[in-house]
T-cell receptor, first 112, second 115 residues
Framework: QKEVEQNSGPLSVPEGAIASLNCTYSDRGSQSFFWYRQYSGKSPELIMSIYSNGDKEDGRFTAQLNKASQYVSLLIRDSQPSDSATYLCAVFIYNQGGKLIFGQGTELSVKP | DAEITQSPRHKITETGRQVTLACHQTWNHNNMFWYRQDLGHGLRLIHYSYGVQDTNKGEVSDGYSVSRSNTEDLPLTLESAASSQTSVYFC??????????????FGPGTRLTVL
């Protein structure tokens, strides 16, 4: 089992819809979770971090964390074509001094 | 403004050659990381450093080496380039050690092709 798993997609949603991106992780001791966005040909950039169970909202973005189910998700409300990108889930693993492990990414396409 | 830069941005080399990719950050961050990104694999950690003279192996470290002689730079060396090392390489940095809440800031990437 991979340490961090995401559906690779592509996920296609119409403009204005809610896009739901999912991620599961294997290390039950993980405490820190991140969502990065990566446009084609560009470098990843952080859009959300979440550390506690429940929801965290930032504008159109909501991160949801369920540590019991080892599941973290990202909801994008009112999706825009500019949201079309690959979304990377990352989990901080504490062994060996601590490091960030990334999922393989989910490609999102928002159609006008 | 503080930033993280990588050079070269594109590199074509031949199998068996030694290649060094440069990474330089001006944030004075303690932590620096090298990742490779391949289709279907996301970002995979190659090596990382939590300070000067500190280096650690990541999940795909075979065939790569790093050294950290100052805070600003973490060069990545491919000792004998192989076609399997054709990839996009990203350098990243973050502020503090082991906190788990650090934001990693990524450089623009280097596209390496090994023929």
């Amino acid at each position: 089992q991979k340490e961090v798993e995401q559906n690779s997609g592509p996920l296609s949603v119409p403009e204005g819809a809610i896009a739901s991106l999912n991620c599961t992780y294997s290390d039950r001791g993980s405490q820190s979770f991140f969502w990065y966005r990566q446009y084609s040909g560009k470098s990843p950039e952080l859009i959300m971090s979440i550390y506690s169970n429940g929801d965290k909202e930032d504008g159109r973005f909501t991160a949801q964390l369920n540590k019991a189910s080892q599941y973290v998700s990202l909801l994008i409300r009112d999706s825009q074509p500019s949201d079309s990108a690959t979304y990377l889930c990352a989990v901080f693993i504490y062994n060996q001094g601590g490091k960030l492990i990334f999922g393989q990414g989910t490609e999102l396409s928002v159609k006008p | 403004d503080a930033e993280i830069t990588q050079s070269p941005r594109h590199k074509i080399t031949e199998t068996g050659r030694q290649v060094t990719l440069a990474c330089h950050q001006t944030w004075n961050h303690n932590n620096m990381f090298w990742y490779r990104q391949d289709l279907g694999h996301g970002l995979r950690l190659i090596h990382y450093s939590y300070g000067v003279q500190d280096t650690n192996k990541g999940e795909v470290s075979d065939g790569y080496s790093v050294s950290r002689s100052n805070t600003e730079d973490l060069p990545l060396t491919l000792e004998s380039a192989a076609s399997s090392q054709t990839s996009v390489y990203f350098c990243a940095s973050s502020e503090s050690a082991g906190g788990g809440t650090d934001t990693q800031y990524f450089g623009p990437g280097t596209r390496l092709t090994v023929l």
